[in-house]
């Protein structure tokens, strides 16, 4: 029995090879702040523009007849995100930030009553239902950008 060698050899496919073998070795940090910051930026976007929750739904009114979760625009500056080399976080260090996410009731800590203004109205009561307000998330729409941008970050690899 012979042994028999096919050797292939095509134009390229050598770099080819080397661009492939060099995605092992990315900087792959670079591109866990791409994806931060498209989070980020469609966080915000959903905080001053869409007032919906990640999965489309609309945020419930709120009683001062406000622009929902944008009343300062605090909220919205606050989002930021943190990136490793395997990571991206996205979020707010807001104290407030997590009743408008989950939704909750608040009680008084230190008193018998709340105490605050809605409009001109002065209010005092012993506890308030806060609707949720899903901000953070990622919607179909968002998970597409996502993929998009890493697709476009290997392929600038490979080239």
Known sequence: MSNAVLDVTEHGLDEAILAIEGIADAPRRELM???GRLVQEQTRRRIEEEKTAPDGSAWKPNHAGTSIL???GALSASI???ATETTSLVGTGLIYARIHQDGGVITPKN??????QIG???VMTSRVTMPRRQYLGL????????????EDWVG???Q
């Open 33 to 35: 702040e791409g994806i």
């Open 70 to 72: 944008y009343q300062s």
């Open 80 to 82: 930021d995100y943190r």
């Open 111 to 116: 008193a018998d009553a709340l105490a605050f």
């Open 120 to 122: 001109n109205k002065f």
């Open 139 to 150: 919607s179909a729409d968002n998970q597409r950008d996502i993929v998009e941008a890493a």
């Open 156 to 158: 600038r690899l490979l």
